[in-house]
C-alpha cells in the first residue's frame, strides 16, 4: 500500500485536516441554538444571541426538526459510506469525495446561520435553517469520514496511528479553547454577534483541501497500492453485518454513546449554564473556559503515558469518573445555589474546569484512535477492508444521541423555568418566566441549565460501567485476540508472533506547540522529562535542584543543559550513534531567551538527538534494518 505519510511532518498536516471544518462545528454546536433562541442566555444584554432577546425560530418545532436533521445525518452516513469504501476512481476514492462535498458544506454552514424570515417568520426559519442543516450535517459527516476512514491506509503502524490520532486531538484542542475562552471577548470586546463571526470563519473549512494534496491515491499510484490488486468489493448488506456484529467495535460504541450524549448536551449548554445559570459576563466565562481547555494539552499528553502503563480501558474509565464530578461543578456554581457569589463560583468552576480538563482531550481522541485500530486489525485478518463504514457508524450512533441529548431534550427543556418555592412553568424567557410566576426576575431559574449536569454525570457513570465490556487495550495483538475470541476460524498467528512496534521518540513542533498553548507549563513538564530520559542512559543529570535551576532562574539552564547534552553525546556514541556537539547553539539560545523560563529551542535540540538514540534501539528491538 502507498503510505502517503512518509514524514513526521505530513503526519501532523494530516491531522490539521479537520480543524477549520470541526471549528466551525464546534461554533456551531457551542452557539446555534442559543442564537437562534437566547431563552436560556438570561437577561443579559450578549453577542452571542443574532439579536439580544429575539427569538427567531418556533421554540415548540425546532428542537424536534433540529433533532432530526442531526439524526438523518447519520442515517445518510451508511450509504455514503459504502459509496466512499467501494468508489475507485482515477484519483482514488478518499479525494473525490472531499472534491464533491467540500463546497456544499461550506455553502450550507452559511446559510444556517442566516434566519432570512426575520423575527416575524419563526416558523420559515425554522423550516429554511431545517434544510439547510440537513445539506451541511450530510456534507460535513461525509468530508470527515472519508478523511477519518482513509487513516487505517495511510498510516504504517499503530504508532503512527496513535501519533495522528493524538495530533488530530491536539487540533481539537486548540478548536475548544478558541471557541470557549477566546470568542467570547473576541465577542465582548468587539460587540461582534456570534452570526457575524461564523460567516467570517468560513475561509478555515479551506483545511479540508488537505488530504486532497497528501494522500497518495488513484491512478498514478496503481490505486489502491503501486502495482497491487484491487481491493475486495463489499456490498451494503455485507458491510452493515461485518461493522453491527463487530463485538470488539460495539463494545467500544456502547462506550463512546454514552461520552458523545454527555458531551454533546454539556457543549450545547455550556454558554446557557455559564451566562444564564452563573450569570458570569464574557470575561468571567473565558477565565472558567481556560481552566477547562488551557490544561488538555498537558493532561492529553500524561492520559497517552497513563494509557501505555495501565492500557486504555482503565485510563479512558478515569476520564469518565472525572467528567462526572466536573460537570457537576455547574450546578453547585449556579445563582440557584451560590446565590451569585462570585469569589465562590469561581473557584467552583475554575477547579470544576482543570478536573474536567482531564477527560477533555481523551474523548476527542478516543473516537479516531479506536475506531481506525479496529478496522486496520480486520482486514489484515480478512482482507476486507471498509473503514469508512466503521466511521458511519459512529457517526450514526452519535449523531441519534447527539440528537436526543443536544437537541430533543436539551431544547426542550431550556424553555422551563423554576423558582425555589417550586413549580415550572413553558416561557419564552426568564421575563416571561417571572411575569407568570408573579415574582422578579432574579426569583426564576432555567430548569433546563440546573438538569443538565445531573443527566451529564449519570451517563458518564453509566459509560464507566460499559467500559468493563472493551478490551483493556487497542494494540493490533489485543484487537486480534478479541476478534479470535468471537471467531476461532480466524489465524491471528501473525499478530502472536509479530513484535509491537514500539515509538518512544517525541515529535518536537509538537512538543513547542503544548508548551506555547499551556503557558509553557508542559515545557517545564517537558524538560523534566526530557532530563530523565538522558539519565536513563548517562546514569548522570537529573535531580531537583538541577531541574529547578534549568527552568526557574534566567542564565541558569544553559549550565544544566550544555552538561546534560555533553553526557548524552557519551552515551550515544557508546550505542554507536554519532551526535554532533551543539554546545554553541544551547549556549546562545539561552543567552536570546533567558526570561522565558524553558529554553524550547534547547529543549528540541536535545530531544531531536535523544530521539536518534531511540529509533536505533527500537529498530535494533523490532528487528530491522540500521
Known sequence: MVKSLNKNWKEFLFALSGFGPNFLMVLMGAYFTDALNPAALGMNQTEQAIASGVCFIAPAIFPILYAISKAFDGIIDIPFAHIADNLSTKWGRTRPVIAVCFLPMVLAYAMCWLPVGGAEKQMFNTIWIFLWCIVFFSTYTMNLIAFYGSLSTVCCDEPQRLRVSGYKAFFDTISYCLVYALVPLILSGTGLHIDKFALLSLPLMLTMVIPILLIKEGEKYGYPERGGEAPKKISITESLKLTF???????????????FFGLQMFL????????????????????????????????????NKLKAQKGIRFTYQTCLLAFAVAIMSFFFASTFVTGGNKPVQMIIACVGGVVGSWAIGAFFM?????????????????????????????????????????????????????????????????????????????????????????????????????????????????????????????????????????????????????????????????????????KQYTGKGLNLLKWLVGCAIPFGGIFVVVAAHKQLIRAAAERGVTIKDKTVWLVISGLILPLMGVNVVAMAIMQSDLNRIYAKEDAETNGLAV
Open 268 to 303: 450545547v449548554g455550556m454558554n446557557a449554564m455559564i451566562i444564564g445559570g452563573m450569570g458570569f459576563n464574557g470575561a468571567e466565562m473565558a477565565i472558567a473556559n481556560t481552566c477547562a481547555f488551557a490544561p488538555v494539552p498537558v493532561m492529553l499528553y500524561f492520559f
Open 366 to 534: 478516543m473516537p479516531y484512535m479506536a475506531t481506525s485500530q479496529i478496522s486496520s486489525v480486520e482486514e489484515q485478518l480478512t482482507g476486507k477492508n471498509h473503514s469508512a463504514m466503521y466511521f458511519a457508524a459512529n457517526a450514526v450512533t452519535t449523531s441519534v444521541v447527539g440528537a436526543v441529548s443536544g437537541g430533543l431534550i436539551y431544547e426542550s427543556i431550556k424553555n422551563v423555568f423554576t423558582t425555589k418555592g417550586g413549580g415550572f412553568i413553558f416561557a419564552e424567557n426568564a421575563a416571561d418566566a417571572a411575569s407568570k410566576f408573579g415574582v422578579d426576575a432574579a426569583q426564576v431559574f432555567n430548569f433546563g441549565t440546573l438538569s443538565v449536569p445531573f443527566i451529564v454525570c449519570i451517563v458518564c457513570v453509566l459509560g464507566f460501567f460499559l467500559a468493563f465490556t472493551m478490551p483493556k487495550d487497542f494494540a493490533p495483538n489485543v484487537v486480534a485476540k478479541e476478534f479470535k475470541r468471537f471467531d476461532p476460524s480466524l489465524d491471528i498467528s501473525r499478530f502472536e508472533n509479530e513484535k509491537q512496534p514500539v515509538d518512544r521518540q517525541e515529535v518536537i513542533f509538537v512538543q513547542i506547540g503544548l508548551s506555547i498553548l499551556s503557558g509553557f507549563i508542559f515545557g517545564f513538564i517537558w524538560a523534566g522529562m526530557l532530563l530523565r530520559s538522558i
Open 245 to 259: 456484529s463487530n463485538r470488539v467495535f460495539l463494545s467500544w460504541t456502547a462506550v463512546n454513546c454514552c461520552t
